[in-house]
Structure formats: structure tokens, C-alpha cells
């Protein structure tokens, strides 16, 4: 048996050892365990056991993944190869109901944690479901009962105790390791430390907790989801108003589609319980109700069985979920589409009345919206794997368009990648994590780490023969720029009309070369040019055939916002007309997800003819996760004497907004969302700048070596 210094035998497991595959299987709380499978499993009983095995990770050279036991519906914490650390059993609590604050493990159950504290005459926004331990539930943000007055339960983690990435024990919260402590609330699974306790303020317990119940017929919906976001700033924040919708209730004897009002309240008095409450009474189909229970008083452990009728650990489920503050005009389309086509229970559909919210603290936790979508799918059987398990993703990409983003708890970002914190907030993650783990020692999300997402070279990424000419040290901005920056926005009628990008193969130079704009139909206009010594057009071509296949490639041309690439295809090096390249990047402190569709330059109006030993790189610019595209861009290289110039121009937003498959009106509801993506045409400009002036200084010797003299790769036409 292989063994692992510090941790004793019996506590871990490597794939080879007896008791491996039981100890995988138990990590995962349903019966869909994904087939990925770590090198070894640690059962960590202490702290001494976490930092052992961290310091064999990094011994090693592997990363490590982080459970602690809950509700992880996409399992993110298996990773093939990886050290898989689990702490379900540092589930210790310390309470000083004088101080109202308590220390407790990662591991400890939240309803346990919820019921030990009541005893006592303490609260804690401890989450709805038994089974989910506070580690995962407190990192990713925390939506528990009586959140709504609470807050997320992230906000009442005062400390951690936590092992960093060289194994080291430390305690971090607002004085110390402040950066450390502000992503951990909020970070979820892409946490880059492992918590080995919270440090966690309580408060006094409610008098009343009190409980509506009504059941409607599913063919209500329209009238009941219109009158629910009409009230979303109406109801008490002591009510959480869920409303979920199945093909069946079995705890209340109804065998029919149903949509279930069942809500909590935590009050003073049973009068404000009823008070609050009576919102809930003026539903415009009330009178249709196939069960009202206006208020009745419960305690804890009856809302936990309720809620668990909907989470069975003998079957198989997948989740997914939203953020949004459309109107009830534009959400029902999506509804009605997610109530027809619902899977048999325990499958479900969750609107949860969130805000609007109070001013949140200072933390990673950053995005939330009036109210919250979810969809739970559950089934019995493998064999219904196809027909059962990909419903909750493709309703909520069908309503992405009205997202405002996601929330970790229903996280199924390895197969949907979608936002969950604002932009400003995941570049800061990003470089206290660069501070914290520079190695990577940690895995971050699943969409991240799916394409080895991460700013820089880590493990592994030397030795490639191309890392030689990985340089994180830039160039200054050329004058010609900088000059173009302090001049500031262009009128409109200075910038070049996309209408009129065949000027560009015309002789000499237009009015604006570099600079920005906004046009007049919202949109955003780019130029820059970069003189490039020694480069030939042949040799980009070459480039854009060749970068594009792999992320460690992509970075050497900005090695300080370069962040992923691969073809949509799958596919290696060579051509690169007729192909998607999918690319993450920083545009400024922005973080971008993109679909580049290299295109023809024929397809953009320029004629190759006219073009002799210069080349245009054209494309279409598209959202990496929606069939949209937010405009067009042409990088022409241009001959001159002792090497060649780029003329590269950028047309965003405005007309150049489509949805892919020509739907006129679905192109005019998803323009003023898409103009909100926009990038910051200033910060445009200057990464333009950077990155063609960088790569132009290396071009060449790169070129040589990895080209070898030969011509540039054939082009296919566009598909």
C-alpha cells in the first residue's frame, strides 16, 4: 500500500488500494457520482492531517480539491489525478453563547449545527437542506433560512482558520490576511486555501417561526408568476416567499402538476408572523387553491423533512440556476417551456423571492438579483441519464439571455459557464489568488479549470519549447497610442463606418488610426495601428493558425491577460479560416469570454485581389456561452519597408448585435443586455496595443523556430 507521510493508514486512499472506490462514492451525497477519479482520497480527522496532506500535494506536484460532504450537485471537488481531501469529519463546535459566537468545523451539518444552537436559545442562517455541511455552503455565499434578513450566511463569518497552499496554519478575518478573508466569502469551490474552522457570529433565536402553505394547479402560472415578480419588493424580508413547481406533490396527496407557495417566517409574535404573511393571501387565483394554509406555527426539524421530500439520496440529480430582474413579460416564454417539459418528481422548479437587497459587505460574494431561478432534476435510474440529466442546463441557457448571473450553490459551471461574481470582483480573486497560491496548488471552478483557466505559467506549463519566450515584463504603449488616449473619445463621423471597411486596402492612411468612439447607434468603434519590424504578414498567418490550439500559446502573446484558448472544434494547429477559437481574457480589470469565427475576408467586403503580399485577419466576435454575436473585427497586415504594420479596427454593440440564425426580433431584445457587456473601448484600445506590440518583439524568432521557414498553412474556406 502506498502511504502518505503525516496521515495514517486507514484515513486515505490511493486508487489502487482497497476501500478507494467506496471512499470516492461516499464524497458525492446522491447516487450520479461523475467518473473522474483523484490519485489518492484523504479522510482528514484534524487540522495536522489537512496540512500533511497539502505539503504531500506540493512535495508532489499535485493539486488538491476540497470536501467537505455536502450538496455539491456537480461534484467539483473530483478531479481526475487529484489529491481530494475531504473534511466531513472536522465537524468540532465551540459556542459562547455570551459572546453569540461559536467555532466550528468545515464538516459539521448546518441543520445539526441549526438544532444544537435552538436548544440554546441561538440562530444561525444555517442552509434549508439536512446534509449540507457548512464548509462548501459558507465559502459559496450561503442561502439559509432567514437569509432574507441575514443576509447570505457568508456575512456572518467573522474568521477562518485555514491551511494556505505551503501548508502553513493560519487565521485570517477583517485585520489579518484581510485580502485572504474577503475571498473567502464568496469564493465557493474556487476557494485557494483549505478552512479548517469558521469563526462564525450567532443570533438570539426567533420567538415565532411560523409556516404558509398553498398548492395551486399548475395551469395557473401565468397569474401566479406575473403577481409574484409584481410583489418581489412588497414582501417582509422576515418571509421567504419559495414558490416550487412539479409534476406531482406526494406529501400533499396531490398527484398533478402543482406550484407549492411554501414559506417560512420568522417573527417577534405570532401577529407579525400572520401580518407578514397576509401578502401571500391576495394571490389573484387564491381561490383556485387545492390547498391554503394561510399560517400555522412549525418548528425546524418538520421544515427540514419537508424540504428533503424533494432531495432523495437514492436517486440521481443535476441542478442549475439563475439570477434575474426581468419582467414576468420576458420570464414566462421560459417558464412555460421549463413547466411543460418538467421530468416526474422528485424534478422541481424553484423561484425564490430574494430582494430587493441591502448594501452587501466588502467580500467576493458580489452578485445577486431580485430573484432566483432554479432547476432540480431527480430520477432513479442510469438508463434515464439521457433523457433526465441535461433538463435543468438547457432551460436555463434558453433563458440566459435574462440572467444577471449564477449563484455557487446550484453551481453547474462544467457544463454551463456562467457568471457569479461581478468582473471588478473575479479579477481581484484572481490576483489574490496569484499572491496566495501562485503554484495553483488549489483547483478553482469547473469551467476554469476544465481549460487550465488561470492568468501566468504554473505547474507543468515549462518545458514546452515555447516557454522561452513566456515574458510578463511588456513594452511601454507606443506614442502614437498614448497621444491617441489623451485626445480621448471621437466623434462618430471621424471613426471608420463598418460600412466602409473596404477603405482600408486604399493607399496612405485614414483620419483616425488609433483611437475610440462611440457610434451613434450605441455601439463602439477601435482603431490602432502597430509598425512591426522584421514581421512579415506570412508570419501572422502562421500565428493565428498555430496559438489557437493551446492556452500556454495564447498567453505569450499577453502574458498579463491572456488567459485560455482552444478551437471549438477540438482541433490542433493549422488553418484557421472557417474555425471558432474560444478565448478568455482581461480587457482592462474585465473578464471576457469570447467566440472568435475567423471568417473569409471576402465575407467582410475586401477583396483579396486588391490585397497583393498583405493579409486581412477578419472575424466575427461572439459571446462565448449564447449563439450571439456583438460585432466584427479586421487586423490588416500591411507591407512596408523592414517589415509590416497592423491596422487593426473593432466594431461592437449597436447594429452589429445578432442572434446567430437571423431572428430580426430576438436581435432587438438582446441588444440593450449585450450593450452591457460591451467593453470599455478605452481599455479595448490599450490591450489591442499591448498585445500586438509584444508578440510583434518576439514574432519573428518564434516564427522561425516553430515555423521553420515554411510557408504559411493552407486557408480552408468558411464553412
Known amino acids: 500500500m502506498t502511504s502518505l507521510p503525516g496521515v495514517p493508514a486507514g484515513r486515505h486512499f490511493f486508487r489502487d488500494d482497497d476501500g478507494y472506490e467506496p471512499a470516492r462514492r461516499a464524497t458525492v451525497w446522491n447516487q450520479r457520482v461523475p467518473d ?40 467539483n471537488h473530483l478531479r481526475d489525478g487529484a489529491v481530494c481531501l475531504d473534511v466531513s469529519r472536522l465537524d468540532q463546535t465551540t459556542v459562547d453563547p455570551d459572546r453569540m459566537v461559536a467555532v466550528v468545523g468545515p464538516g459539521k451539518g448546518g441543520s445539526v449545527l441549526l438544532n444544537e444552537l435552538i436548544d440554546v436559545g441561538l440562530f444561525f442562517p444555517a442552509g434549508h437542506c439536512k446534509g449540507v455541511r457548512i464548509g462548501g455552503y459558507l465559502l459559496q455565499g450561503g442561502y439559509g433560512w432567514n437569509s432574507r434578513v441575514y443576509g447570505p450566511a457568508c456575512e456572518s463569518v467573522i474568521g477562518l482558520d485555514v491551511v494556505t497552499a505551503d501548508g502553513e496554519q493560519i487565521y485570517i478575518d477583517a485585520d489579518h490576511h484581510p485580502d485572504l478573508y474577503w475571498a473567502a466569502r464568496g469564493a465557493g469551490p474556487g476557494f485557494f486555501a483549505v478552512v479548517t474552522a469558521f469563526h462564525l457570529t450567532l443570533y438570539p433565536k426567533p420567538t415565532v417561526l411560523g409556516s404558509s402553505f398553498y398548492a395551486y394547479p399548475a395551469e395557473y402560472a401565468d397569474e401566479i408568476y406575473t403577481w409574484a415578480r409584481g410583489i418581489s419588493d412588497e414582501i417582509d424580508r422576515k418571509v421567504e416567499l419559495q414558490i416550487v413547481a412539479s409534476s406531482s406533490v406526494p406529501g400533499a396527496g396531490i398527484d398533478r402538476p402543482a406550484i407549492v407557495m411554501a414559506s417560512p417566517v420568522f417573527a417577534d409574535t405570532e401577529a407579525e408572523a400572520r401580518e407578514a404573511f397576509g401578502i401571500l393571501d391576495r394571490c389573484p387565483v387564491v381561490d383556485k387553491a387545492l390547498v391554503a394554509v394561510p399560517y400555522a406555527p412549525v418548528e425546524m426539524p418538520a421544515w427540514y423533512d419537508a424540504v428533503m421530500s424533494n432531495y432523495l439520496a437514492d436517486h440521481r440529480y443535476t441542478a442549475d440556476n439563475m439570477w434575474t430582474s426581468a419582467s414576468a413579460e420576458d420570464l414566462l416564454p421560459g417558464i412555460r417551456n421549463i413547466l411543460t417539459t418538467m421530468p416526474p418528481h422528485p424534478a422541481h422548479f424553484l423561484w425564490l423571492a430574494w ?340 508578440l510583434a518583439g518576439f514574432l519573428p524568432a518564434i516564427y522561425s523556430r516553430f515555423a521553420g521557414g515554411a510557408q504559411a498553412p493552407d486557408r480552408e474556406p468558411e464553412a
Open 36 to 75: 473522474r477519479y483523484p490519485d489518492v482520497i484523504v479522510q482528514a480527522l484534524d487540522a495536522d492531517d489537512v496540512v500533511a496532506t497539502v505539503r504531500y500535494a506540493k512535495a508532489t506536484g499535485k493539486r488538491v480539491s476540497i470536501t467537505s460532504g455536502g450538496h455539491s450537485w456537480a461534484a
Open 355 to 694: 430582494g430587493p437587497s441591502p448594501q452587501r459587505q466588502d467580500m467576493a460574494y458580489s452578485l445577486e438579483d431580485e430573484v432566483y431561478l432554479a432547476l432540480y432534476a431527480g430520477w432513479e435510474h442510469a438508463a434515464d441519464d439521457a433523457e433526465y440529466a441535461d433538463w435543468p442546463r438547457s432551460q436555463m441557457a434558453a433563458m440566459a439571455p435574462l440572467a444577471s448571473g449564477i449563484q455557487l450553490a446550484d453551481e453547474n459551471l462544467g457544463a454551463r459557464p456562467a457568471k457569479f461574481a461581478t468582473d471588478e470582483n473575479m479579477a481581484r480573486l484572481d490576483r489574490v489568488r496569484a499572491e496566495y497560491d501562485p503554484d495553483g496548488r488549489f483547483y478553482p471552478w469547473m469551467d476554469r479549470s476544465m481549460t487550465d483557466t488561470y492568468l501566468g505559467y504554473r505547474l507543468g506549463d515549462g518545458d514546452t519549447g515555447w516557454d522561452a519566450f513566456f515574458n510578463p515584463q511588456m513594452a511601454e504603449l507606443p506614442r502614437h497610442v498614448v497621444i491617441a488616449l489623451e485626445h480621448g473619445p471621437q466623434a462618430d463621423q471621424v471613426l471608420l463606418d463598418y460600412d466602409d471597411v473596404t477603405t482600408l486596402l486604399d493607399e496612405g492612411y485614414q483620419q483616425t488610426e488609433n483611437g475610440y468612439g462611440r457610434l451613434r447607434d450605441g455601439g463602439i468603434q477601435v482603431s490602432v495601428r502597430t509598425d512591426m519590424p522584421g514581421v512579415t504578414p506570412q508570419m501572422w498567418e502562421w500565428w493565428f493558425g498555430w496559438h489557437g490550439s493551446d492556452s500556454r500559446r495564447y498567453k505569450l502573446w499577453h502574458p498579463r491577460a491572456h488567459v485560455s484558448a482552444h478551437w471549438a472544434d477540438g482541433g490542433g494547429d493549422g488553418h484557421y479560416i472557417g474555425r471558432t477559437s474560444m478565448i478568455e481574457e482581461y480587457i482592462g480589470s474585465n473578464y471576457a469570454k469570447a467566440a472568435i469565427q475567423f471568417v473569409e475576408p471576402s465575407v467582410m467586403g475586401l477583396d483579396a485581389g486588391r490585397s497583393g503580399a498583405d493579409i486581412a485577419v477578419c472575424a466575427r466576435l461572439g459571446a462565448a456561452d449564447l449563439p450571439v454575436d456583438i460585432g466584427r473585427f479586421v487586423h490588416q497586415i500591411r507591407v512596408t519597408a523592414g517589415g509590416s504594420e497592423m491596422r487593426s479596427r473593432f466594431w461592437l454593440g449597436g447594429r452589429y448585435v445578432s442572434v446567430r440564425g437571423g431572428i430580426r426580433l430576438a436581435d432587438n431584445i438582446i441588444r440593450p443586455l449585450a450593450a452591457r457587456q460591451l467593453p470599455d473601448p478605452r481599455d479595448l484600445m490599450v490591450h489591442c496595443a499591448q498585445e500586438m506590440n509584444h
